[in-house]
């Protein structure tokens, strides 16, 4: 079976459309990358897949093998060169609702600065089949249930410790399909001697919502198919929740706020946190540019030098702690460039409770 070599299963859902399930599922994986494990992206999203995109990887083509597909790589496991200085944030901190930040520390080069070993980061989707991006997919529900299927059979997954599943909106075939293959062909770990129960391969379900009221209504019913279909829940994360202007630092409600977590104590499950809004984020995963912050941005953008300025597509400027340094913007790692994204500080504290729940064999059960 190709999930063998696969350790832990994590499911993204929601119940609702466009409450940013690929934004997290990319965000988790490249956390979960930086903090050392192996990680692998399966997108069932069969009619509008997004991690393609966000990944930087529209090109890629999936690789037939003897028994089935290759995942696309998107980065090796290596080590990355150290940040200079701590990462600045836009302020997104005002909506850090996650756990202190670990104070383990990180191995060091013989120079002495510290060094940033990553694990490995694969991905499969449907859009690597397609002709092209705009190549619609036209399918009735046994082709896509049989989709999905063969999609947790046929990849040859490497040795990884998470595969995140990212998911269409909704309780339909895909998701029938996808819990009823997954907890038939899915068993219990070895424990471990510190884990008072065995941990699970499907380790459970992450809940994505906003935090407006017509959202957080529909993603209620993807935590009553959890309980339904036996597939515990991990936590909710309230995504879209606040927006920190990068000019001046105000923070603005623009959907609302607080709604995934008055839900989540309503289910009894856990609040893994909230998540801003950061444009910058939006221009790392469309344009490849690293998040930049603070006044140097800022007036860039007002002498408009992100609009034609040659020199300005070649490298950037931003300042840290008073000093500056340039950077070459297109040539890096996705997940280098996600460490200067104020939302890395995030998602690393969502992802550090994610592992302590699924590494503990605790999940709010079905």
């Keep these: 079976m190709s999930l063998d070599k696969v350790r832990h299963i994590v499911l993204i859902l929601s ?91 990180l191995p060091t080069n013989q120079n002495g600065t510290v060094a ?69 062909q899915t068993a219990p770990l070895v424990p471990s001697p510190n884990s008072p129960s065995p941990p699970m391969k499907l380790a459970g379900a992450v809940i994505v919502t906003t935090p407006q009221a017509i959202a957080v209504s529909d993603v209620r019913k993807e935590l009553s198919f959890c309980r339904k279909v036996g597939i515990g829940v991990l936590g909710v994360v309230e995504n879209m929740s606040g927006y920190v202007c990068e000019c001046c630092g105000e923070e603005t409600n623009l959907f609302g706020k607080g709604g995934g977590e008055v839900m989540a104590r309503e289910f009894g499950v856990k609040f893994l946190g909230r998540v801003a809004v950061d444009g910058q984020w939006g221009a790392l995963v469309e344009e490849g540019k690293r998040p930049r912050y603070g006044k140097v941005a800022v007036e860039a953008d007002k002498n408009g030098n992100d609009n034609g300025d040659e020199q300005d597509e070649i490298e950037w400027r931003h300042e840290r702690n008073g000093s500056d340094h340039v950077d070459k913007r297109d040539d890096a790692l996705l997940v280098d460039k996600y460490r200067d994204c104020s939302l890395h500080a995030i998602f690393e504290g969502i992802t550090r409770q994610l592992v302590n729940i699924v590494e503990g064999g605790h999940t709010n059960g079905p």
């Excluded at 599943?165 to 998701?175: F, K, L, N, R, V």
């Design 116 to 184: 940033h070993p990553i694990g490995a980061l694969y991905a499969i989707s449907l859009a690597f089949l397609l002709p092209s991006r705009s190549s619609a997919v036209v399918w009735r529900g046994p082709k896509k249930t049989a989709m999905v299927r063969q999609f947790l059979t046929d990849v040859l997954w490497p040795p990884i410790d998470y595969l995140l599943i990212d998911t269409p909106p909704g309780t339909s075939d895909e998701h029938i399909s996808l819990a009823e293959t997954l907890l038939q």
């Design 15 to 105: 119940g609702k459309g466009g409450v940013g399930k690929s934004s997290v599922t990319t965000q988790l994986a490249l956390s979960l990358s930086l903090s050392g494990h192996s990680v692998g992206i399966l997108d069932i999203d069969l009619t509008g897949p997004s991690i393609p995109r966000l990944l930087g990887l529209e090109d890629a083509k999936i690789t037939q093998a003897p028994g089935g597909w290759l995942p696309v790589q998107v980065h090796p496991s290596q080590t990355l060169p150290p940040i200079p200085d701590a990462p600045i944030t836009n302020g997104a901190e005002a909506v850090h609702n996650v756990e202190e930040t670990s104070t383990r520390p």
